[in-house]
């Protein structure tokens, strides 16, 4: 169940990304677009639009399994922490209606040809600051000697602990994956052939860049964090083939990934005139953001089994009964909706947007 659980959220923490990178391009966009009347930055922000409400459902969609398998794994510390600060994370989903109906409303103003700027950075702070109640409930979940404090603070679920413990360098991380995540997308979207060669430009520049913008931060965030861990927790991560392979695997990424933003800068100009885009680098730079969330998704999992394993809680001694016609059909279903998204992802590079497809 942990393998499934890392595997889900590591999608959830790119739909995440990608829509905070998204939303942050926009709002960019839009901005520099009504200043400077650039045309391929605002058409870019309306296409992008199109995608948002679809990205939206994957990324509420694929939090609901690990949220499942976070209850029933860390149930006694995710319950206790989820009700220390039960205001808030109820709250959530108010935010998430909101964020929705920012996207919605962006969305419809992009379609008629407005700006929708006001709507992307609206959308983009609700987004910030739900990231910073899920990044608090899930630090404070492995605390648990902070509790009776919280408890004694306010009973009521109203005292919200700011920045305890290691939330802000998480959250900032995991930001920062935004920054990269929604880099390599644009480069997915401006290396694919369908749109024009300026707006190509742009999105192989940019989002290059981008993504080498969020490497460069979330290098010295992830040693914070690291550097942070009790030494037991990093005794355990070092000593584990999987979390050791993980972090080695998510700095060789970190690398590739570098040197493909890099390129996709420089050589934008000359990429975007290719007819037919370069679906190598496409490809690539997709498989790239999710390679990239599986492994530091895979050392956050190793830093929590470490830290709550130092209070007493170890999670790989919980007994398990396995349930296999359950388990058969979740699987069967995860790789149908697997297959659709990577159609979709297909279906993204291909398409060329309606306004396009009589300008060469
Ligand atoms: C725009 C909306 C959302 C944002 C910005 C967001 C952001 C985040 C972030 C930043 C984390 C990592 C926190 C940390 O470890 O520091 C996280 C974890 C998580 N999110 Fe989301 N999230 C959103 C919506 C959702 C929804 C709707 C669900 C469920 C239905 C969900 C389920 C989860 C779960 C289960 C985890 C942690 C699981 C674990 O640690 O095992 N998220 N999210």
Known sequence: MCELHIALLSLHFVAVQAMLGALLVCALWEARSRRAGNEALHDGARQLARWLPTLMTFLINLGVPPLLFAQVLFGTALYTSSTLIGAYWISVVVWLMVMYGLIYVGQFRAAAGRHWGGQALGALLVGLVIAAIYSTNMTLMLHPGTWPGMYRAGAHGTHFPFGGGLVWPRWAFMLSGGLVTGGLALVMLGAGGARRAALRTVMLREGGLLACAGLAAQLPLGWLILAGQRWEVRAALSASPLYHGAEVAWLALWAVALLAGLAAALAAPRAAARERGLPGLAWGAALLAVL???????????????????????VWSLPVTVNVGVLVIFLVLVVVALAVVGGLIALALRARPPEETSTP
């Open 292 to 314: 990239l969330a599986a492994a530091f998704t895979t050392v956050r999992d190793g830093i929590r089994d470490g830290t709550l394993r130092a209070s007493g809680f170890d």
